[in-house]
């Protein structure tokens, strides 16, 4: 099991920026999987960014070229750099992870995904 916490979250400005950072925690895992996710009211929880071994990331297409995550293995953080953002960004955000992830690239689906942070608002406005 991976306990996870976010933070970072609050209201912003269309086009102001923000940085979610997720503390993660867990015993073993031969595998670990960390993915953003996101859940706006009335609609299904999506997939953000996902970071894999050596460092690879993949985003969800709305938000390629503006989302950045990144990592310290030392200090097992998870970060999400969210740049011009939208007011179609607003929603909660989450961290989670897949331990012992035996598939291939990291997925970007929910439902891969089996602990779960509390979530962190962030608010858009135009």
């Known amino acids: 099991q991976v306990e996870l916490a976010e933070s970072g979250g609050g209201s912003v400005e269309a086009g102001g920026s923000l940085k979610l950072s997720c503390t993660y925690s867990?015993?073993?895992?031969?595998?670990?999987?960390l993915g953003w996710f996101r859940q706006a009211p009335g609609k299904e929880r999506e997939g953000v960014g996902i970071i894999d071994r050596d460092g690879i990331t993949k985003y969800e297409r709305s938000v390629k070229d503006r989302f950045i995550i990144s990592q310290d293995n030392a200090k097992k953080i998870l970060f999400l750099q969210m740049n011009n953002l939208k007011s179609e960004d607003t929603a909660m955000y989450y961290c989670a992870a897949a331990a012992n992830w035996r598939g291939g690239f990291c997925p970007l689906w929910p439902a891969e995904y089996n602990d779960w942070g509390q979530g962190t608002q962030v608010t858009v406005s135009s």
């Open positions: 867990s015993r073993f895992y031969s595998r670990l999987c």
